[in-house]
């Protein structure tokens, strides 16, 4: 079992910068692939980022590559998402997600085991 807890998410104006963290506890956090997802009101949720067990590999969505960066620290147990340019579209809840050394480019939901609860980030314009 892992337990996600993410932080970071305010009210912040069109391009506007925010970091966001999740802290993982459970499970040896270095065998975890980390992936970030966000739901718009009325909007399926979708993926944003992941990164493999190392920090070694990432990927994104078409839609923030360039402007968001995933990292994680396994000494600190946290993943971040460095979110730059921010953009009103951007406006969502952002959850994290862990599962066991899944391929970063893995984008689905459903591949994904553990979730976090969620943190809202809103950008004005």
């Known amino acids: 079992q892992v337990q996600l807890v993410e932080s970071g998410g305010e009210l912040v104006q069109a391009g506007g910068s925010l970091r966001l963290s999740c802290a993982a506890s459970?499970?040896?956090?270095?065998?975890?692939?980390m992936g970030w997802f966000r739901q718009a009101p009325g909007k399926e949720r979708e993926f944003v980022a992941a990164?493999?067990?190392?920090?070694?590999?990432?990927h994104y969505a078409d839609s923030v590559k360039g402007r968001f960066t995933i990292s994680r620290d396994n000494a600190r147990n946290t993943v971040y998402l460095q979110l730059n340019s921010l953009k009103p579209d951007d406006t969502a809840v952002y959850y994290c997600?862990?599962?066991?050394?899944?391929?970063?480019?893995?984008?689905?939901?459903?591949?994904?085991?553990?979730w976090g609860q969620g943190t809202r980030v809103t950008v004005s314009s």
């Open positions: 990164i493999s067990p190392s920090g070694g590999g990432t």
């Open positions: 459970g499970r040896t956090f270095s065998s975890l692939s």
């Open positions: 997600a862990a599962r066991p050394y899944l391929a970063v480019t893995t984008t689905t939901t459903s591949s994904y085991i553990w």
